[in-house]
């Protein structure tokens, strides 16, 4: 399908007034044929992979950001999930080591990010599994770029309530050990996560991707605000219509983008994520729609069918515009990096039960959330398997990215800064699920997990 002249001067007005952007090109690399029983000769073949491809990413972007004019804000790299190559060196000094060569390597190309320190332990957990959630305070603490995810839950394995059972007490762990706990804000943990996710801070390079290929995630809440404050008599049919062609517009954008970009990288091109990504700039904001649609505040009632309403037009609009849309591939609400969503927050209007009402129709969860310090451990896993319940029983991906920031008290505030934006710090239920989250074991899979 081509691209007219009318597309084209639209989706300059979209990159110059509108805040449309590419907000990440992610490309995964295989890391499975660096194995070595040699650790040394391990970290410098891991070292030279990413460095190597890294490089020619961020040289290729910049080349289509300037022909195109549309901005490309992330260059991102997600690896083979780190537990699955450190089997046959599962020491905690080793770890350290291997996230600290990722960082380098990172670093040292121009890297934003590196996704992929992570597991996949739905049914059980393996010493290597272990070794690794052992050594994610230092890990996140340490390192700039690493990015760490947890998957504990499927629709077919149900969910390892063990393996969330270990979470509380590693994140108030990496909350100590960095400023402000920011390290915490750089783990995800996932239930259905996507092998071909280019957003982190789940991003991870799947077993069953080619050795190495290109996810483009796309943005534009600004964009979409823009179009529905436009129509404020539309009824729900017309404004979801309204959404539905905009958000093909942006597809059309990334699908450009990320088809060119793995030509030139002589990669395969796996997806574009359609997910509406806010970002701290004026007017960026997932919140700032729902306002639009006619909610007062996001939190309030009626916000949950407003999200719900959003969801569907930007999946089907997705769909129309690609045959590749994939990853998660809806809408993001981070609290932290969303100025509507840090007013609302700020203003009462949102409740953390309420964020976790809204999450059960969008994607991806509960993210960039901020917690009293003193908040519990086993709170903080039940605060998580709530939202990965959601998940695994109604057969999608949900997440959770929570900090517990040591010394605040909720109605307190901290600022990150550029794009993890500023945290109020939400109020927790003070009773307890201490001795049902005990009992551990493993949240059976639902019964759609045999329509196989």
Not at 30 to 50: A, P
Not at 144 to 164: E, K, P, W, Y
Not at 320 to 330: C, I, P, R, W
Not at 421 to 431: L, Q, R
Request: charge should be neutral.
């Amino acid at each position: 399908m081509g691209i007219t002249v009318d597309e084209i001067y639209e989706t300059a007005s979209m990159v110059l007034y509108h805040n449309l952007d590419i907000r990440t090109t992610t490309l995964g690399i295989n890391l499975k044929d660096c194995i070595d029983s040699d650790f040394t000769k391990f970290r410098q073949k891991v070292y030279d992979k990413i460095y190597y491809n890294a490089k020619r990413l961020v040289e290729e972007a910049k080349k289509l950001e300037s022909k195109y004019g549309i901005p490309i804000i992330n260059k991102r790299i997600s690896v083979t999930p780190i537990s699955l190559i450190m089997e046959s060196h599962c020491e905690k000094q080793n770890f350290l080591q291997m996230a600290l060569t990722l960082d380098k390597a990172a670093r040292d190309a121009g890297i934003d990010f590196i996704g992929g320190f992570g597991a996949l332990v739905q049914k059980g957990m393996t010493k290597s599994d272990k070794m690794l959630i052992e050594t994610l305070p230092d890990v996140l603490s340490e390192t700039d770029r690493i990015c760490s995810f947890l998957n504990v839950g499927t629709n077919i394995a149900g969910m390892n309530i063990d393996a969330v059972n270990l979470l509380g007490g590693m994140l108030k762990e990496t909350a100590k050990k960095s400023k402000n706990a920011i390290g915490c804000a750089k783990f995800v943990v996932l239930v259905n996560a996507p092998e071909d996710n280019p957003f982190m801070a789940g991003a991870f390079h799947g077993i069953g991707e080619a050795d190495l290929a290109l996810n483009v995630g796309i943005s534009g809440p600004g964009v979409v605000r823009r179009v529905v404050e436009k129509n404020k008599e539309c009824d729900f049919t017309q404004l979801s219509e309204v959404i539905k062609r905009t958000v093909f517009k942006i597809t059309r954008s990334g699908e450009l983008i990320g088809r060119e970009l793995a030509k030139n990288l002589n990669v395969s091109f796996g997806i574009v994520d359609i997910s509406l990504a806010s970002t701290t700039a004026n007017g960026d904001s997932v919140a700032r729609i729902i306002e639009q649609f006619g909610i007062e505040r996001i939190g309030t009632h009626g916000s949950t069918l407003a999200i719900a309403l959003l969801m569907d037009a930007v999946k089907k609009g997705g769909a129309m515009a690609s045959g590749n849309v994939g990853g998660l591939s809806g809408t993001f609400i981070p609290v932290s990096e969303d100025r509507g969503m840090i007013e609302a927050v700020q203003k009462g209007a949102l409740s953390l039960d309420k964020l976790e009402s809204l999450t059960s129709v969008c994607s991806v969860g509960l993210d960039m959330f901020a917690i009293p310090g003193d908040t519990t451990e086993e709170t903080i896993n039940a605060i998580i398997a709530d939202e990965l319940a959601i998940g695994i029983i109604n057969n999608k991906t949900t997440a959770v990215r929570v900090i517990p920031v040591p010394d605040k008290k909720a109605g307190q505030s901290v600022d990150y800064g550029g794009l993890l934006g500023e945290a109020p710090i939400m109020k927790v239920n003070k009773y307890s699920a201490k001795d049902f989250m005990k009992r551990g074991g493993r949240f059976p899979a639902p019964v759609t997990s045999m329509r196989n």
